[in-house]
């Protein structure tokens, strides 16, 4: 059973730390938890992917040193009192240390629902720019971070191919980024879209189209003239994954039939 829901948000280049740390202050203001710690990113004396520090800081501490160009990435923290792992976090990358564009956060669904992450979106999008974000389900939170970063092999559908999707990205990679307008990582409860996604062509007709032929295929709400919020019964998440799949819309999409039997040897 899924213990937390979590979001990533892909497409950030525009946000920069200082705005960052306030979208960060939002949501732990919407989810209602306090942040016990904070702290950012720093490299080592080796100056290497492998060599990265931790560099734990109050909150004051982070906003000057986000203010001063000394801290580029960080993450806030609501730990947990029994000790484990963590209650909530709220983390944003760059390309500094080998990773890529990205916000990542996760919370237990007793304090971050569905309606809480299109809050966030909503406030986020007036007036931030930003291109595809996602809302989900994992087993703890640390494996709701791994999968914002598609890191340690971490999936959240049986029918998914981890590690795909991080050779899109940007940072170390140098990927193409195509889930920006061309395609997408797999279909999530929440998908929040732009219009040149909308476009993308299925089965001879737009993804926009396609969307609103079947009350299975999910709601789409607009959140501003650039972006909307794509919502799936959680039912339907297989079979809507499986038609884009199978038409190559899906970065991390895999098939959960084999497209053949195997054959016996003689």
Not at 105 to 115: L, S, W
Not at 116 to 127: A, G, Q, S, V
Not at 238 to 264: A, C, F, T, Y
Request: glycine share 8%; proline share 3%.
């Amino acid at each position: 059973m899924h213990t937390t829901n979590a979001m990533a948000i892909y497409g950030i280049e525009q946000i920069t730390p200082e705005t960052a740390y306030e979208l960060g202050m939002l949501f732990f203001q919407i989810i209602g938890l306090a942040i016990t710690s904070s702290g950012y990113y720093k490299a080592g004396k080796n100056i290497s992917e492998e060599d990265i520090e931790f560099i734990e800081a109050s909150l004051t501490d982070l906003k000057r040193e986000i203010k001063a160009n000394n801290a580029t990435s960080f993450r806030l923290y609501c730990e947990s009192e029994s000790g484990a792992l963590w209650d909530a976090s709220f983390g944003y990358s760059t390309t500094d240390f080998g990773g890529f564009y990205h916000i990542d956060a996760q919370a237990d669904p007793a304090h971050f629902e569905r309606g809480d992450f299109l809050d966030f979106i909503n406030k986020f999008c007036n007036p931030n720019p930003l291109s595809y974000a996602i809302f989900y389900s994992a087993d703890d939170v640390s494996e709701g971070l791994y999968y914002a970063e598609d890191e340690n092999l971490v999936s959240i559908y049986n029918y998914e191919s981890p590690g795909l999707f991080s050779k899109e990205t940007g940072g170390r990679f140098k990927g193409a980024e195509r889930y920006k307008n061309k395609t997408l990582r797999m279909v999530y409860p929440i998908n929040i879209i732009n219009k040149e996604h909308l476009s993308l062509q299925i089965k001879g007709r737009s993804l926009r189209d396609w969307i609103l032929s079947n009350i299975r295929h999910g709601t789409l709400k607009e959140i501003s003239n650039k972006t909307w919020a794509w919502e799936i019964e959680s039912k339907n998440l297989e079979q809507v994954n499986n038609d884009l799949g199978s038409e190559g819309m899906l970065i991390s999409w895999k098939s959960s039939h084999p497209s053949r039997k195997s054959k016996l040897l003689p």
